[in-house]
T-cell receptor, first 113, second 117 residues
Framework: AQSVTQLDSQVPVFEEAPVELRCNYS??????LFWYVQYPNQGLQLLLK??????LVKGINGFEAEFNKSQTSFHLRKPSVHISDTAEYFC???????????FGKGTKLTVNP | GAVVSQHPSRVICKSGTSVKIECRSL??????MFWYRQFPKKSLMLMAT?????????EQGVEKDKFLINHASLTLSTLTVTSAHPEDSSFYIC?????????????FGDGTRLSIL
């Protein structure tokens, strides 16, 4: 079965600092990868996705992620964070042909002034 | 586009009450709808997958008689928590997949906070 590992449960950073949220997945077959953001008491909003093509994908709110097949990773990055980026971030994977999303446990990003 | 609406956003009720949560795709037809449960500071746990006009497929460990799912149309699915108890308190989120298969596997609702007293 597929699994998604988000190594950091909490990441505190200062405003305007860069951040990287790590994500590794287990499947060796074709996968689609996603990052979602969840603000308190809200559903999930798609930040970005990798389906095929360029391994560097850019998303909303200045986030980007790089698909690394050899390391089975899909780390999320932002060069300069804002207070408003404080939220829970989930990495997810869909195996080709499936509709089911498999989520990581989430990383709580806290941006401090 | 691709808006999913959940109602209610929050519900508080007494133990033993049955609670219905609606999930609607407002501007698209949904092939499949999913129901998730999220415990505090935890990830999303898939409860069931439902397709319009057919019985829902429940994940292992999810009680079918406890969590009744109805998917009567391509734009509406409902989750009924029957005879709810305090341990059923949680954040429930639905999502939907478009029939035209856009590049997102699922579009999410804003969730329903269920609190059982």
């Amino acid at each position: 079965a597929q699994s998604v590992t988000q190594l950091d449960s909490q990441v505190p950073v200062f405003e305007e600092a860069p951040v990287e949220l790590r994500c590794n997945y287990s499947s060796s077959v074709s996968v689609y990868l996603f990052w979602y953001v969840q603000y308190p008491n809200q559903g999930l909003q798609l930040l970005l996705k990798y389906l095929s093509g360029s391994t560097l994908v850019k998303g909303i709110n200045g986030f980007e992620a790089e698909f690394n097949k050899s390391q089975t990773s899909f780390h999320l990055r932002k060069p300069s964070v804002h207070i408003s980026d404080t939220a829970e971030y989930f990495c997810a994977v869909v195996q080709g042909g499936s509709e089911k999303l498999v989520f990581g446990k989430g990383t709580k990003l806290t941006v401090n002034p | 586009g691709a808006v999913v609406s959940q109602h209610p956003s929050r519900v508080i009720c007494k133990s033993g009450t049955s609670v219905k949560i609606e999930c609607r795709s407002l501007d698209f037809q949904a092939t499949t709808m999913f129901w998730y449960r999220q415990f505090p500071k935890k990830s999303l746990m898939l409860m069931a997958t439902s397709n319009e006009g057919s019985k829902a497929t429940y994940e292992q460990g999810v009680e079918k008689d406890k969590f009744l799912i109805n998917h009567a149309s391509l734009t509406l699915s409902t989750l009924t928590v029957t005879s709810a108890h305090p341990e059923d308190s949680s954040f429930y989120i639905c999502s939907a997949t478009r029939t035209d298969r856009d590049n997102q596997p699922q579009h999410f609702g804003d969730g329903t906070r269920l609190s059982i007293l």
